[in-house]
């Protein structure tokens, strides 16, 4: 199987904008989407992400330090999983319970690059 990575795009922390029982539902729903993806062997990890912290950029000569919310949508957790393919990925991704809950969330889907071709390096597991 192949390695992916889904990043969590979110305008709106659900904690915040979700009444209590949805959010605690919401809740439910990722434990039990995870589980899911442990039993089938599909998970490698998953964590949501605080919503604080900054984007920095530049270089020793000019550093710059923007709010992470600077365009509206936050990388609000991820997962990293394993499928055959990027159609399977997609299609484990829009289980996601994310798309119930939360307005407006979008989830990218990208392969993880496991060694370079070029030099032969293998990346890191662990």
């Known amino acids: 199987m192949k ?3 889904f990043f969590i795009r979110k305008s709106n922390n659900s904690e915040q904008t979700l009444s209590s029982e949805k959010h605690q539902a919401f809740l439910k ?4 989407y995870i589980g899911k993806l442990k039993a089938e062997g599909r998970l490698v990890s998953a964590q ?3 919503w604080e912290g900054k984007i920095i950029s530049g270089n020793d ?3 710059e330090e923007d709010s992470i919310t600077q365009n509206g949508e936050v990388l609000g ?4 999983i394993l499928a055959n393919d990027m159609a399977e990925a997609i299609s ?3 289980q996601n319970p994310e798309f119930e809950y ?3 969330t979008r989830i990218e889907v990208r392969p993880l690059k ?3 071709a070029q030099t032969g390096f293998v990346y890191p597991a662990k």
Request: hydrophobic share 30%; net charge negative; charged share 25%.
């Open 3 to 5: 390695e992916y990575m």
């Open 29 to 32: 729903g990722c434990e039990t």
């Open 48 to 50: 949501p992400i605080i």
């Open 61 to 63: 000569m000019n550093w």
């Open 77 to 80: 957790g991820y997962y990293h």
């Open 92 to 94: 484990i991704a829009k």
């Open 102 to 104: 939360n307005e407006g």
């Open 114 to 116: 496991m060694k370079e």
